[in-house]
Nanobody
Framework: QMRLVESGGGLVQPGGSLRLSCAAS????????MQWYRQTPGKERELVAH??????NITYSESVKGRFTASRGGTSVFLQMNSLKPEDTGTYFC???????WGQGTQVTVSS
């Protein structure tokens, strides 16, 4: 079965950090562009980070720029999230646009 699997979500206080990981099963991430999205109830799914196939080009949404860092290594991609805010709360998904593969999401809750 071809799928992406996110991990690393959880409950964190404002100002805290989390590191999300995305691994592949039955398909490869290497040599493909990858993306991180988040979904908040009542809002459209937001593209928060795009990382090129070689990691040489990474872009972020304005809402997370300077706080989040996307990276990749081996067969995984990562999203380091620092200085978290309550508005960062949501379900975070990784996606491989080629082939339209998505993970099941991991919940991030930022609350005191």
């Amino acid at each position: 079965q071809m799928r992406l699997v996110e991990s690393g979500g959880g409950l964190v206080q404002p100002g805290g950090s989390l590191r999300l990981s995305c691994a592949a099963s039955g398909l490869t991430l290497e040599h493909y562009n990858m993306q991180w999205y988040r979904q908040t109830p009542g809002k459209e799914r937001e593209l928060v980070a795009h990382i090129s196939w070689d990691g040489g080009n990474i872009t972020y949404s304005e809402s997370v720029k300077g706080r989040f860092t996307a990276s990749r290594g081996g067969t995984s991609v990562f999203l380091q999230m620092n200085s978290l805010k309550p508005e960062d709360t949501g379900t975070y998904f990784c996606a491989r646009p080629a082939g339209n593969f998505w993970g099941q999401g991991t919940q991030v809750t930022v609350s005191s």
